[in-house]
């Protein structure tokens, strides 16, 4: 029987997180972040002047008897704010390193969505390649993490990387607007900033795990070398030197800050994770200090 995805003492210590989003976003009553929006909650917010049609209900009558001008209430909403995990199933997840992305990036899925059901939040898991595939819908309570961990479990690596196809589909199946969650190592020879600005502009909030090998950034040959693309399974030969490692690893960096900077252009969040690091590391240390979780 394999191992699960994690263990118990590890889902111990994930309750006590709580992903967290920035933005204020329209949703149903009943989540844990709070809201600018006014609506039916707790909490008082602000008064503003009464519009005919509004909830007679809300008006504050005690202002009504001393000013003679109708205000109504608005209190503080705690939403049930979409979020949504785009999941890198492609097979440059799984090309290198030990453990590799692939298995790194379900590790990573898992914690979250079970700190999103000890929330109560709702998260819906939507496996990506050139495409979104079938997805996973978890909410409810820890007790539906096992169906979703057995969904991950079964997922496979395959298929090539096209982010602008899948923003594109994204955007048209999921019009309303919430958190987008988004693990890959983000290799697209095509490029993946424009297309995850896309999401950002119609009013999503971003938060962008890159997930690299220790190979992917600091590549440890020398010598003369045949490169194979994972995906397209472009053939390319290079002389591998201190020099060409070290350019390597600084274009490797710049296109990590530009990843970042499309998280931060749109008030989101980013991490960038190697996969040597641990995954306790990863979520209470690296995570926690870009308050993705707290």
């Given at each position: 029987m394999p191992n699960p995805l994690l263990d118990r003492h590890f889902l111990e210590r994930l309750e006590r997180l709580t992903i967290h989003w920035q933005r204020s976003f329209p949703g149903l009553v009943g989540g844990h972040n709070r809201s600018n929006f006014a609506g039916g909650g707790q909490e008082f917010l602000d008064h503003r002047n009464y519009h005919s049609g509004d909830d007679l209900r809300a008006v504050?009558?005690?202002?009504?008897?001393r000013l003679d001008k109708m205000f109504l209430k608005m209190f503080q909403i705690e939403p049930r704010v979409p979020v949504r995990l785009l999941l890198d199933t492609s097979v440059s997840m799984s090309a290198t390193g030990t453990p590799n992305k692939f298995d790194y990036a379900l590790q990573l899925a898992a914690s979250l969505?079970?700190?999103g059901l000890v929330r109560l939040d709702t998260i819906e898991v939507l496996p990506f390649s050139n495409a979104i595939h079938e997805g996973k819908t978890c909410g409810g309570g820890r007790h539906r993490f096992t169906?979703?961990?057995?969904?991950?479990?079964?997922?496979?690596?395959?298929g090539s990387t096209n982010f602008l196809a899948v923003s594109r589909q994204f955007l048209n199946d999921f019009p309303q607007r919430g958190l987008v969650i988004v693990i890959s190592d983000f290799l697209d020879e095509a490029g993946c900033e424009k297309a995850l600005q896309y999401i950002g502009d119609?009013?999503?909030e971003l938060m962008l795990i890159q997930l690299w090998a220790d190979e992917d950034r600091t590549p440890p040959w020398s010598g003369e070398f045949d490169f194979v693309d994972a995906e397209s399974n472009?053939?390319?030969h290079i002389h591998v030197d201190?020099?060409?490692r070290r350019h390597y690893t600084e274009a490797f960096d710049l296109f990590s800050a530009s990843i970042k900077t499309v998280a931060m252009r749109n008030n989101g969040k980013y991490t960038g994770l190697p996969t040597?690091?641990?995954?306790e590391e990863a979520i209470f240390g690296s995570m926690a200090r870009t308050r993705s979780i707290a």
């Open positions: 504050n009558w005690r202002a009504f008897m969505c079970y700190v169906p979703l961990s057995r969904f991950l479990e079964g997922l496979k690596p395959a119609y009013g999503n472009a053939r390319l201190a020099d060409a040597s690091l641990s995954l």
